[in-house]
C-alpha cells in the first residue's frame, strides 16, 4: 500500500480516536470532582433549571446536581422506565403538574419529608409528599400586533363563532387561528383538558376544533407561533408570556375569567434515593424564600405566601379560581389523554 | 483445501465467522425480538397486543392512511420521475447533466430539511409564498402546507428520485436497435416511447416504484412536520406517538403492521429486480438514440428547468434566507433584517444545539469508518471468496436498511432496552451501524467487481499471503470505492432523523433530532440554521463523492 493511504487511514483512526475521547472528556468532567451527585428530573426552563443549578452548587459545593429535562410527560416516562428496569438514577422530580406525581406517590415511590417554612407553602401533599416549587397557569395569549382590541377573555370565546367573527381581516375567515398545546406532551395542557371537560363537556373542545383551533406540542410551541403570525390566540403559560412580553415581543394575556386554573409545580424526593439528605438540601433550597424570591423576578409566579407576586400579577384570590381534586386529575389522566386525541388530533 | 496454506485458511475463516456473528447478534437478533416481544405480554405468549390493536378502529385509519399515501405519492413520484428520465436521457435537451444533477439533489438531504424547507415557503400567513400572495390581496392560506395535498407535493418531490435514477439507468443501457427498428418501419416519436422503450424499462420502473413506495411509507419526518399538523396520522408517526406515551405493546404491535407491508412490498421488488435483469439489461454500455425535440427542445428545457427549480433550488434559498434572517417573519429582502447570530448561536450557544452538533458529527464519523471497514471486510467475503453464506451475508447485511428505520429503531429498543447501551451515546452508534451498513457493503462490492480477480492470483502465486495480497493489491485499487462509501455513509447520518428520535439518549440529541425538536418549538430561526449547516457539508460531500465515483453520487438501488 503506498504511503498517502498508510497517513490517510492513520488520520481517519486518530480522528476517531480523539473525537471518541473528547466526548467521553466532555461528559465526564464534571462528574468528578464533587464528593455526592444528585439527579434532578425537571420540566422547568433549561435556563432556569441550569441557573438554579450553579446557584445551589455554589452554595453547596460538595453537592453536584445532574440535570435531565423534558416535558412534564416525558420526564414521567423516563422515571416509569426506571422504576420498571429496577434501577431508579432520578433523586428529585420537579414536573409542571401534580397528577403524575399523585401517581408515583400512591404507588409508594416518594419520600415524605417536611421542608422549612412548610406552613408558608401555598400548596403541597396533605400527607407531605410533595411540595410546590412554584404556580403555572394556563392562560389566553394573542399577538397585540394583530388583535389591537377585543382581545378573548374567557376560554369559551375560543368555542365561539361570534367571537371569531369579530377578529381583523383575514383571521376571522382563516381555518386556523388559535392553536392549544397537546396533552400527550404537556402536563398543564392535560390539566386544562380535565378541568375544562368536566366543566363543559368533551362537546367543547368538538366545538374548538370546529372553530378553527388547532393542536400543536408544547406551550412555548403555542407562544411562538403566536409570536411567529402562525395564528394570533393561544393557549401556553402565564409566565412565558410575561418573560416575552418584558423582552419586547408582541404578545399579551388574560386569566380567562370563567375559570382560572392554578397548577402547583409540584417537587418530590424519591424514596430509593441514595442520597436522602442532599436531595432535602436541595428541595429546601428551591422552596427557600431567596429562591422564590428570584424566580418571581424571572417571572414565576412563587410558591410561598411572603413573596411578592411578579409584576402585573394580580392577588390570586381576586380570580376565578377553580378547585382541583388532584387525584381525580390522576386516576383520569389516560382517559382525558385519549378522549382529547379522538377529539382533537382527527 | 488442504493445498490452502494455513494462514489464509485461519485469517479468512476467522473473518468469516466475525462477520456471521456481528451480523445475527445485531440485525438478526433485534428483528427477532421485534417479532417475539409483539407475541409476549408481561412475560407469557399472548395475542393480547395484536387484539388490542386490531379491534381500535385507529388501527385501521392509520394503516389504511399509510398505503393511501404510499400508493398516491409512488404515482405521482414515478410518473415525474419516468418522464423526467426520458427527457433527460433519450431526448437532446441542452444542459443535460446540470438538470439531470439538480434532478437528483433533493435526494441529497435528509427528507425534514425539505418539509421544513417547504413549510417556511407555504405555511399559511407567514411562509414566503403565501406573503408574496398577500400581497397581490390573495388570502394568506392560499397554498397551505398543513394539508394532505401539501404532504403529497414535499414526499413527491423528494421521492421521484428513486424511479428517475432507476429508469435512466435502464434506458441508457436498452439496446436502440428495437427502437430504431421501430422508427425505421415508420413509427412517430412518441409512439416508438410509449410502445417500444416503456416496455423494455417497465420492469425498472416498477422496480423504483416499488422502492418509492417502500420509502414514502417508511419516511417519518415528513409525515411528523407536515401530517401531524394536517391531522394525518400514518404509521411511521404513530409508532413514535405510542412510543412517547410509553406505549411499548402499542409501538410493538404497529413495527409488526409495518414491517410486513414493507417486507411484502420488498419481495415483490427483489423478484421483479432478478427477473429485469434477464429482459431489458444487455451488460453492454450503448450509446442511447436520441429523441429529437424540434421546435418543443427549449419549451421542453424551460419546463424541466422550472421543475427542478421547484424541487432543488427553492428549497434551499427557503433554508438559506431563513436561517440568516433575525426573526422567520420578517422581510427577507431586506437587509436590515439579516443576520450571523442565528449560525452563531446554533454553533456556540444553545446547550442543546452545540451538543447535538458534536454527537451528530462523532456518530457519523465512526460509523462510517467502522461501516467502510467491517463492509470492505464483508464486500469481500461476498465478492472474492466461494465461501459458504455468502449470499446470506449480503442479504442479511441489506436488510435494515430496506425496513423501515422507525421499526429498527423499536427493534433495537426491544433487543438492547435491559443492557448499559440503553440511553447512550453508543446504543446510535450500534443503530447506525446496522442501518447504514448495506451503503458500505453494496458500494464496496461494486467496487471490488471491477478489480479482476487475476491479479490476486497473481500475488498469490508468487507467495504473497492472503493477508498480504489484500493490503498491497486489494486495498489499493480500492481506494476510491472505500472513500465513496465512508461519505456515503456519512452523508444520511450527519442528520439522521428516523431512527435517532427514538434512540436518542436525552442529554445527547443529534442534529435531526435537535432540528425536529426546535421546528416542534416553533423555534425556526435556529432549526433553520442547522438545517443550513447539514444542506452545506452534505452538498460538499455530495460533489466530493460524485468526482470520486463519476456515477450519480446517491445510492440508488
Known sequence: MNKLGVVAIIVVIAIIIAAAAYYYYSTQQSKTQKTVTIHLYTSMPTNIATQLIQMFEKKYPNIHVELYRSGTSKVLAKLQAEIESGHVVCDIIWVADPSGIVQLKDKGYLLKFTPNDADRILYKDPDGYWYAGRIIVPVIAWNTQILKSNHPTSWLDLASPQYKATLPSPWNKASTWAAIPNPLYSGAATVVAYVLSEKYGWKYFEEIKNNGVTVVKSNSAVLNGIINKEYPVGVTLDYMVRQHKANGDPVDYVFPKDAVILIPSPIAILKTTPHPDAAKTFVNFILSKEVQEWLSQQGFIPARSDVKLPAGVPALNTLNVVQINWDQVAKNLENVRTQFQNIMMK | MAYMSKSFFDFKYIVWILAIATLLASVAYPLFILIYSSFMVNGHFSLASYQRVFSSPETYEYTRNTLILGVLVTIIASIIGVLLAWIVVRTDLPYKRLLSTLAVLPFVFPPYIGAIAWIQLAAPYVGYLNRILMAFGLPGDTINIYTFGGLLMVMSFRFYVYTFLT????????????????????????????????????????????????????????????????????????????????????????????????AVALYVQRRMFREQKYTTITGKTVRPSVARLGKWRIPVFAIV??????????????????????????????????????????LFVNPDTTIAIKTSLFL???????????????????????????????????????????????????????TPLYNTIWILLLAYFIRYMSYGVRTIVGALMQIDKSLEEAARMCGASWLGTMKDIVLPLLKSGLVASWILVFMPTLGELTVSIILYPPDNPTIGVATYNLMEEGLYSWAYALA??????????????????????????
Open chain 2, 532 to 557: 443550513f449547516i447539514v444542506s452545506i457539508i452534505v452538498i460538499i460531500a455530495h460533489v466530493v463523492v460524485r468526482k470520486i465515483t463519476g456515477r450519480l453520487g446517491v445510492r440508488g438501488v
Open chain 2, 167 to 262: 429508469t435512466s439507468a435502464a434506458l441508457e443501457q436498452i439496446d436502440p436497435s428495437l427502437e430504431e427498428a421501430a422508427r425505421m418501419s415508420g413509427a412517430r416519436m412518441m409512439k416508438v416511447a410509449k410502445d417500444v422503450t416503456l416496455r423494455l424499462v417497465a420492469p425498472s420502473i416498477a422496480s423504483g416504484a416499488l422502492l418509492t413506495f417502500i420509502a414514502v411509507i417508511s419516511n417519518f419526518g415528513i409525515p411528523a412536520l407536515i401530517g401531524m399538523r394536517a391531522h394525518y396520522y400514518v404509521l411511521t408517526t404513530m409508532i413514535y406517538a405510542a412510543f412517547s406515551i410509553p406505549d411499548l405493546n402499542k409501538a410493538t404491535a404497529y413495527s409488526m403492521i409495518l414491517l410486513v407491508i414493507a
Open chain 2, 305 to 346: 428547468l422550472i421543475f427542478v427549480t421547484i424541487t432543488a433550488i427553492i428549497p434551499l434559498i427557503s433554508i438559506t434566507l431563513s436561517a440568516f434572517l433575525k426573526e422567520v417573519r420578517l422581510n427577507p429582502l431586506n437587509p436590515s433584517s439579516w443576520t450571523l447570530k442565528n449560525l452563531y448561536e446554533v
Open chain 2, 364 to 418: 457519523s464519523i465512526s460509523s462510517a469508518t467502522i461501516i467502510t471497514l467491517y463492509g470492505a471486510l464483508l464486500a469481500y467475503l461476498i465478492v472474492k471468496t466461494n465461501i459458504k453464506g455468502r449470499s446470506f451475508l449480503d442479504w442479511l447485511s441489506s436488510v435494515p436498511y430496506a425496513l423501515p428505520g422507525t421499526v429498527v429503531a423499536i427493534a433495537i429498543i426491544l433487543a438492547f432496552i435491559k
